[in-house]
């Protein structure tokens, strides 16, 4: 007998995990799709960038049953969860952001609204800055990109760097309690997993030798990037803490 995979308690398991670095995780969720209805209505075509198990399309399709959504991302751990979780509303594609030819692997474009949340961070500022661009060429007029990422306001460095320490003391006190599994704490249970095992390595082959850049800069520096890339409108439509989402209007 196949290894069974008990998709919505990995999907538990991983929401509780990001949930210890994003206590407000799903506010910035509430505030993307809020903003997908408000300009393509109760069946928006969606792009979950960098999607990892399907949160934003989990949460998309249950907020528009007549939505679509096409995930896209390089993790074969994350991807099997994602697989395993979402229905055919979903088109899921295997494609990595570092190379400009991903867009190639879509099934289409005329998107509605890009969104991606805490995922981009790793790309560094040449290729981030691209991919916008490349987003760009996939929405329709008048679509949106939605970014939530680590964007502390460079007008607050004292007082960012004050909440970065506070939530860092608040996520180790939840990790020595056993409230969270922490990231490393997370991998060591896909590393033991029977199904999850053969894809974690995988992984390790994609990952091994690529340097995780973990690159923060500014809402500003997005905002300018967006503009660069073409968007007619740009601003931050949510922010918490040394988080926000800047959002472009193609």
Excluded: C
């Amino acid at each position: 007998m196949s290894p069974y995979l008990d998709a919505r308690a990995w999907q538990e398991s991983w929401d509780r995990q990001q949930e210890a670095f994003l206590p407000d995780r799903e506010e910035r969720f509430t505030a993307m799709l809020d903003i997908v209805e408000a300009v393509a209505g109760p069946a928006p075509r969606v792009l979950d960038l960098a999607g990892g198990t399907g949160s934003i399309s989990l949460r998309a399709l249950r907020r528009f049953p007549r939505g679509t959504t096409t995930l896209v991302d390089v993790d074969p751990v994350l991807l099997t969860i994602a697989r395993a979780s979402l229905d055919d509303r979903t088109a899921i594609v295997t494609t990595d952001l570092r190379a400009p030819s991903w867009t190639a692997d879509l099934p289409h474009d005329g998107y509605d609204a890009v969104l991606s949340a805490t995922a981009l961070h790793w790309l560094d500022a040449d290729r981030l800055a691209a991919l916008y661009g490349e987003v760009a060429g996939l929405l329709r007029p008048g679509g949106v990109l939605v970014n939530a990422d680590h964007m502390p306001d460079e007008g607050l460095p004292g007082l960012s760097k004050t909440l970065r320490d506070r939530a860092r003391e608040r996520r180790n006190a939840r990790y020595a309690a056993g409230a969270a599994l922490s990231w490393p704490a997370w991998w060591e249970l896909v590393e033991r997993d029977e199904t999850l095992a053969p894809r974690y390595v995988e992984r390790t082959k994609i990952f091994d030798s690529t340097t995780h850049n973990d690159w923060t800069p500014p809402a500003e520096w997005h905002e300018s990037a967006l503009r660069d890339a073409g968007f007619t409108e740009v601003g931050l439509a949510w922010r918490g803490g040394t988080d926000a989402a800047v959002v472009g209007v193609r």
